[in-house]
């Protein structure tokens, strides 16, 4: 159809019509694209020796894509648990996960293998990158399980070692760089494959407040630029800032949904600054 | 949790998610050489049991064709003692390599966690740790029978004198039908690198059990 002149927008029976369609569409479209992680009513029972330990009571959520969510919560009180379940790395006892509308329980050894490569990318707290291998091939790594040709690794790798500023240290290995460059090249290897969700155990655990930033800064930036959904396990106050939505977990439950417009933080900013400024 | 077979996950199915995960031969084997030769010396201590049985099996091949070579047949209950001899040092061997690459899993089950969060299936771990074995017992295996076969050479030499040496039969096979010196020295090597790999079952599936969620974990 050769537009001659501008179009203009429907009026009358067109407009009824484009309506209804859209009204059709609309459910199938909010479940495809809406929700990128849901879980219902998960629960997890630990067996330590004689005693049931209960990690997870019952935690029901939806998370939306291109959300930033932070999951904060004391030690014990779940939250490893449950960011071990959203990532895939363990099963519950009840309950179900959702990843893209597919149940985590349904899947084989070959389809979970899948996801992790190609649908999270995963970020830790101790790095774990490969110390026997430079930079660039702990990025690319992700890239040869998937089946990416060696060319097309390399100038992929290159380009993500760059966007994260670490271009020059390509054929560094591991123990050739900082704590801060080593969670820079984590978060070129969880972006390896172009995921669709970043899951984040206490990123900024081992790296100093300055480092911190830097790191959380480089996320909020990336989920703002690639609309990577961010989900992160934290201890690390300074990551309420940039979250979408913070999930705080407690004994095994969600005690609390917080939208980034009601965070009240600068109590405790205010005091995390000073003892930056201090240091600086 | 059934499924219809031609069900699809992720919009692909089965045997296209199958295709779409690989580890391809080359690529297993540059990360396998790497962790062999930059871990050098945990590979030494590896190798140095490969090392030890096959100088053993290589000296007494060499002694029992120097001894051809100056017409002293071995008589067949002396080489049955040795042959045992020789199956005793490949089971010691064969122990002391199964705890050399367990102590590594040990290590390493960070590092294996992180591959299987980066999408490795429980083969391909399996896959580099046996190229590992390999190439640690194939190595091990040519300086053992270069350094069995050397020093044998030597006291046999000094034994029966180094003129008759020159008797020895050194091509791949020997007049009678039986192995020659090239032949040992080859069916040394392949001994050496095989049980290399076969001790390396064990702990290859002991690392490929490791879960993902390691990867997180604070301690062994």
């Not at chain 2, 690392?207 to 990867?215: E, F, G, N, S, V």
Request: proline share 3%; with cysteine; net charge neutral.
């Amino acid at each position: 159809m050769v537009a001659t002149e501008p179009m203009m927008p429907p009026t009358g029976e067109m407009k009824e019509r484009l309506q209804e369609a859209a009204k059709r569409l609309e459910p199938m479209m909010e479940q495809v694209s809406e929700f990128i992680v849901r879980t219902r009513d998960v629960r997890k029972v630990y067996q330590m020796g004689k005693v049931e330990v209960e990690a997870l009571r019952g935690v029901t959520l939806d998370i939306k894509r291109g959300e930033y969510i932070s999951i904060m919560g004391p030690s014990g009180s779940g939250k490893s648990t449950l960011f071990n379940m959203i990532g895939g790395l363990d099963k519950p006892t009840s309950g179900s996960v959702y990843i893209n509308e597919v149940d985590l329980a349904q899947l084989d050894a070959y389809e979970l293998a899948w996801l992790r490569c190609r649908t999270i990318g995963y970020i830790f707290q101790t790095f774990n990158l490969i110390p026997v291998m430079t930079a660039l091939e702990n990025v690319t790594l992700p890239m040869i399980f998937a089946g990416v040709p060696e060319d097309e690794r390399r100038d992929r790798g290159m380009e993500l070692l760059k966007r994260v500023g670490l271009a020059e240290r390509w054929n560094h290995k591991p123990a050739e760089l900082s704590g801060g460059q080593q969670q820079r090249v984590a978060i070129a290897r969880a972006l390896a494959n172009d995921p669709a969700i970043i899951l984040a155990d206490e990123p900024t655990g081992n790296l100093d407040l300055k480092t911190g930033r830097e790191i959380i800064q480089l996320l909020k930036e990336l989920n703002e630029e690639k609309g990577v959904t961010i989900i992160s396990a934290t201890h690390d106050l300074k990551m309420l800032d940039v979250s979408d939505r913070v999930i705080w977990i407690r004994d095994g439950r969600i005690a609390k949904i917080e939208d980034r417009s009601k965070i009240q933080l600068e109590a405790a900013l205010a005091v995390e600054e000073e003892l930056v400024e201090g240091v600086e | 949790m059934t499924r219809r077979s031609n069900a699809t996950v992720f919009g692909l199915s089965r045997e296209e998610i199958r295709r779409q995960i690989q580890l391809p031969w080359s690529e297993a084997f540059r990360i396998s050489w790497r962790y062999v030769t930059i871990r050098l010396g945990r590979s030494l201590v590896t190798a140095s049991t490969v090392f030890l049985s096959v100088a053993f099996l290589m000296a007494i091949f060499t002694m029992v064709l120097a001894a051809k070579a100056a017409g002293q047949e071995l008589d067949a209950p002396t080489r049955a003692r040795y042959l045992w001899s020789v199956l005793m040092g490949f089971l010691i061997c064969s122990v002391g390599i199964i705890n050399a690459l367990l102590m590594s899993v040990t290590e390493r089950f960070r590092e294996i966690g992180t591959m299987k969060c980066l999408g490795a299936l429980d083969e391909f771990i399996v896959r580099m740790f046996l190229i590992e074995a390999a190439l640690m017992g194939l190595f091990g295996s040519i300086a053992g029978a270069l350094a069995g076969a050397l020093i044998m050479l030597l006291w046999s030499g000094f034994r029966v004198g180094f003129g008759v040496l020159g008797n020895l039969a050194w091509g791949f096979r020997s007049a009678d039908g039986s192995l020659g010196f090239l032949g040992c020295f080859l069916v040394s090597i392949v001994a050496g690198t095989i049980l290399s790999v076969v001790s390396a079952i064990i702990p290859a599936l002991r690392a490929a059990r490791l879960q993902a969620a390691d990867a997180l974990r604070t301690e062994i």
